[in-house]
């Protein structure tokens, strides 16, 4: 993180952090074989929900290169879970209850055996299915078992800065955002008009613009180059596409899908690239709405986040002060028209009836798979 310049909002706070690039070492951070050791400069709240963060995950030595820092083979890794993989192919992966684990963590009628697939045919026939809370499959005798709605599904203007670019100007962006809302609403979809989530205290919705000012005249068509979203953000990604077509022919634009890799999307969120592969891609991300402002620091700051633009450095305001004001960088974001919020929601697990989720907290993402099991 160090050599990417990158921030964390956590080593900072550890011992011996500033010394850092002069001893090789941080004195708050010591491990061996069965403990782990921090010792922090100051009080951190929710350090057990940042340590679980996937920056800061704890591993055993073992499963990566000490060297490199990169992971070795994921299917030979030293896990602490009550199931250990039994089975593993192009289209599955099987796991079976251990015997060993300590009865008193488990369910009292835990399952036995958990089959993993993830061929497309199989999410309307699995008993339990990854999803959102924008979903509706109550129809088809599952309810849903997620978080509280603290994802943030929106666009991002990757080529705002190119000069030749379509979402160059201010205007233009703000034109193409109100016609892709309109056709949003249009399909039966009601967009959010707040980057942030609304149970964030003073966080509000926005004005629409409305019919704004063209700067230039419509003497094209370009080219409009979008990644969309990936297919289990359902019903979003179809409907987000289809918005964004109706919207960029209103417009004057051909609007062209492209398959871009992840890592391309995320080096190409750095501003004036002499190429940019998108103009525009769809990016959910999540946000601790009990206490934003790490997240929020992180989001502007961090190679390894999201790098919310600024432009005109108000935010950089904003996010330096003590308490954040999120309204005001939630305004901010709004008026550069380079981040369209589309909708808040959770990802969660969509389960039949008759799997019990009553030992499971939903504040938080339902991962503790050893906590369901029969009624």
């Known amino acids: 993180m160090s050599g990417r310049g990158s921030r964390s909002g956590f080593f900072e706070k550890l011992e011996g952090f500033t010394s850092f690039e002069k001893t090789g070492r941080i004195t708050g951070l010591e491990a061996d074989e069965k403990h ?15 340590l679980s963060f996937g920056l800061y995950a704890v591993v055993h030595p073992s499963c ?10 994921p299917r030979h890794t030293v896990a602490s879970g009550p199931y250990s993989v039994i089975k593993w192919d192009e289209t599955s ?24 697939e993830w061929a497309p045919e199989q999410r309307r026939k699995a008993d339990i299915l990854s999803g959102n809370s924008r979903e509706d499959l109550m129809a088809g005798g599952y309810s849903y078992h997620g978080e509280t709605e603290s994802r943030i599904a929106f666009i991002r203007c990757q080529s705002w800065t190119h000069p030749d670019s379509p979402l160059h100007d201010k205007a233009e962006r703000k034109r193409l955002r109100e016609a892709f809302y309109a056709n949003l609403e249009g399909l039966g979809f ?29 003497a094209r068509p370009a080219l409009l180059r979008y990644k969309p979203y990936a297919p289990e953000v359902t019903p979003l990604a179809e409907l987000a596409e289809k918005a964004l077509q109706q919207a960029a022919g209103v417009e004057g634009f051909k609007a062209e899908p492209q398959d ?8 190409e969120f750095a501003p004036n690239l002499p190429i940019y592969h998108n103009d525009i891609v769809s990016i959910v991300t999540g946000i601790l709405i009990d206490n934003p402002d790490a997240d929020i620091r992180f989001m502007f700051k961090s190679q390894e986040g999201i790098r919310l633009p600024d432009p005109s450095g ?8 003590h308490k954040i004001d999120v309204q005001k960088v939630n305004e901010v974001l709004w008026d550069d028209a380079i981040i369209w919020p ?22 938080v993402p339902p991962t503790a798979i050893h906590l ?4």
């Open 314 to 321: 108000k935010c950089a305001h904003f996010i330096g002060q």
């Open 190 to 218: 009601k967009p959010t008009l707040s980057f942030f989530p609304l149970a964030i205290p003073s966080v509000k919705e926005l004005p629409r613009d409305g019919q704004v000012k063209a700067l230039r005249p419509q």
């Open 93 to 116: 992966f099987v796991l079976k209850l251990r015997g060993d684990f300590p009865t008193g963590l488990l369910h009292p009628k835990p399952l036995a055996v958990v089959k993993m």
């Open 372 to 375: 369901i099991g029969w009624k």
């Open 36 to 50: 782990i050791t921090l010792r922090l400069n100051e009080p951190m709240p929710q350090l057990l929900d940042t």
């Open 64 to 73: 990566y290169d000490k060297t490199t820092g990169r992971w070795l083979d």
């Open 260 to 267: 871009t890799p992840k890592k391309t999307i995320g080096m």
């Open 342 to 363: 589309v909708a808040h929601l959770s990802i969660g697990l969509w389960a039949r009836k008759e799997l019990d989720f009553s030992l499971i907290n939903t504040v």
